[in-house]
């Protein structure tokens, strides 16, 4: 199981699309390993619903922590 918490940092709207920086601390409760970071958003509307969200992580990061959660619980 995660716990994740998130926070905009940034947002800025113009001629249809939304950017957003979002900082998050993810806790993983049977390792006890947290990864902490940022990501971007661009979500782009069409009227008043959302035509695409692309949501953009490290992935490298993101793939190194899930790494070192896999080698954690295979430990166990």
């Known amino acids: 199981m995660l716990t994740s918490t998130t926070t905009v940092e ?10 957003t920086k979002i900082a998050f601390i993810q806790g993983h409760h049977r ?3 947290t990864y902490v970071g940022t990501y971007r958003q661009i ?3 069409r009227g008043l619903k959302i035509a695409l ?3 953009l992580h490290d992935a490298e990061k993101l793939r190194a922590f899930w790494n070192l ?3 954690e619980e295979g430990e166990r």
Do not use: C, D, K, W
Not at 10 to 19: D, K, N, P, T, V
């Open 43 to 45: 979500v782009m509307f």
């Open 10 to 19: 940034q947002f800025a709207y113009a001629s249809g699309i939304a950017r």
């Open 31 to 33: 390792t006890g390993l």
């Open 69 to 71: 959660v896999t080698a």
């Open 53 to 55: 969200l692309e949501e």
